[in-house]
């Protein structure tokens, strides 16, 4: 298992890593950090911090927003921006799938680590990725993706790349809402159709359980309330960020762009987002492409295995598109335009 995955792993767990003044911090739940973690945490410190700092300092930039997940390769490099909760390992087996020769970078927005605050707009988290993103690659055609809220700050940064002259060559949205979804007239349906959800949902599951079983059942789900509670107490700096980006989402008035826009729906159904509103991007878009994904997948899981394969294939078919030669490193191991 590599450091990266051995992290991700940790991170899936509710474990928290940082470097803070070169010494090795972590955080979590306590049932976690024991026994065989504790143990591979220990055998592995000095690999996780030569990794931390590796990542901290990538292309010079000590405070860079750039985070490596794949830097290998030699076509032109995909730049994802993750959800709201920035959590940029939900890339981990998506950049797995594209295979080594597609670079894939994710863009970490300040706020995760002690002594940052995050930026409270999506223009600014989008002109600090644009920043951080000309060390990388200075010139177009950019490649960008963004998952959930995180496909609003790519719609951001590819008008801002656009802006100042550069191509984008793809703009990737994995489920992203569109900043529509919060007329009072959808959110008022959104409110109908959650409650409506969860009815028929946790119905149709206590139907299918003897009633002796419901105790057990509500009990496991109020469990695993807890547990995200938990999460968010051992994690505040995270919590802070989620909200807000939440924040700016809904500050955010999208202009229409003139690149491409490909929205990657999480299943067959997709009136399933319909309180999201994912399909509005349209508006926004002169090229707008859709794809969908398996019957069942949801927006928890399309980044997971067994759904993140189909999602990665799609996913290739679009770069080749966008991309169809290879693009070769410059004397300076950066990317360039053609």
């Not at 992290?7 to 928290?16: C, E, I, P, Q, T």
């Not at 292309?59 to 290998?72: E, H």
């Not at 921006?81 to 080594?100: K, Q, W």
């Not at 878009?285 to 994904?293: C, E, I, N, S, Y």
Request: charged letters at 20%; aromatic letters at 8%.
């Amino acid at each position: 298992m590599s450091t990266f995955e051995f992290l991700h792993k940790l991170k899936a767990s509710g474990v928290r890593v940082w470097l803070e003044n070169d010494r090795l911090r972590c955080t979590g739940p306590e049932q976690v950090l024991m026994g065989e973690v504790r143990e591979q945490l220990s055998a592995r410190k000095l690999e996780i911090i030569g990794f931390l700092r590796s990542a901290a300092s990538s292309y010079g930039m000590s405070n860079s927003s750039i985070v490596p997940i794949q830097p290998l390769g030699r076509r032109r490099p995909l730049f994802a921006v993750p959800g709201h909760n920035g959590d940029v390992f939900c890339y981990v087996d998506l950049a797995r799938h594209l295979g080594p020769n597609q670079p894939f970078f994710a863009l970490q927005a300040p706020g995760i680590e002690p002594g940052q605050d995050p930026l409270t707009s999506m223009e600014e988290i989008a002109s600090l990725f644009a920043r951080d993103m000309a060390a990388v690659q200075p010139q177009g055609p950019y490649l960008l993706a963004g998952y959930c809220l995180g496909g609003t700050i790519a719609f951001e940064l590819a008008q801002q790349l656009t802006a100042k002259g550069h191509k984008v060559g793809l703009l990737v949205m994995l489920g992203s809402a569109c900043p529509t979804a919060l007329a009072p007239r959808y959110r008022a349906q959104a409110a109908v159709m959650n409650a409506a959800g969860r009815f028929v949902r946790h119905g149709s599951a206590l139907g299918q359980r003897r009633p002796s079983e419901w105790s057990q059942y509500l009990r496991d789900r109020a469990a695993e309330r807890r547990a995200d509670r938990e999460r968010e107490r051992h994690d505040p700096l995270r919590l802070r960020l989620t909200e807000t980006t939440v924040e700016a989402f809904k500050a955010y008035q999208p202009n229409p762009g003139i690149f491409p826009v490909h929205m990657m729906m999480p299943n067959e159904q997709p009136e399933a987002l319909l309180e999201d509103r994912p399909l509005d991007w349209r508006l926004f878009a002169k090229d707008f492409t859709v794809a969908l994904g398996s019957a069942e997948g949801d927006m928890n899981t399309m980044l997971l295995e067994p759904h993140v394969s189909l999602f990665a294939q799609l996913l290739r078919k679009k770069l080749l598109e966008a991309d169809p030669l290879q693009t070769e490193l410059s004397a300076d191991g950066s990317y360039g335009g053609r």
